[in-house]
């Protein structure tokens, strides 16, 4: 695997390190000493999965609350999104900034986003699907979400958001506040 850190302490893109030949090729998608190497938390219990029928479809900006953080390993299987961190730890230094990357069926990228983090994702074609594993079980009560489109987080998005959740439109805006800052 091939580590890339992004501007957000502790978030990672990585890639696929192929090993090809007349088959096709192979690579490592996760390697628990790779990642203990980089000082990333992974233990991981949970995968999912979200399939996504439209081009324009966000899903986010979702976190779970404390003690229930999650850290999270998300790759695109099918299709391409735009996925986009927010860092909600208090004594950050990047508190309350973004980051986003493609993510592609084609790419293979991946995104590990560490526990403390807002994420969501906007579709970038149709039928796209998207594999997360989990540091931690989703835990109902805890889940919380800021607005995608609030002016405060300053996130543009590569093209219009056309299918929307109610529940995601009735996330607050970001208030530093609600975090310690």
Not at 19 to 45: M, N, T
Not at 60 to 88: N, S, W
Request: proline share 6%.
């Amino acid at each position: 695997m091939i580590f890339e850190e992004t501007p957000l302490a502790g978030s990672w893109l990585i890639d696929l390190e192929r090993i090809e030949d007349a088959r096709g090729f192979f690579a490592r998608a996760f390697c628990s000493d790779e990642f203990s190497g980089k000082g990333l938390d992974a233990g991981f219990v949970q995968c999912n999965v979200s399939y996504n029928r439209k081009r324009g479809t966000m899903r986010g900006m979702h976190y779970q609350r404390v003690p229930f953080e999650e850290a999270k390993l998300v790759r695109c299987t099918a299709g391409a999104i735009h996925d986009v961190i927010v860092d909600l730890r208090p004594g950050s230094a990047t508190f309350g900034q973004h980051f986003g990357a493609a993510l592609t069926a084609e790419n293979r990228r991946m995104l590990f986003i560490p526990r403390g983090f807002a994420h969501g994702f906007l579709t970038l074609e149709d039928d796209s699907e998207v594999f997360y594993q989990m540091s931690s079980p989703y835990v109902p009560g805890s889940a919380a979400g800021l607005r995608f489109d609030d002016p405060a987080l300053g996130i543009t998005w590569p093209q219009a958001v056309e299918v929307v959740s109610e529940r995601d439109l009735e996330f607050p805006p970001f208030d530093p506040a609600q975090f310690g800052r």
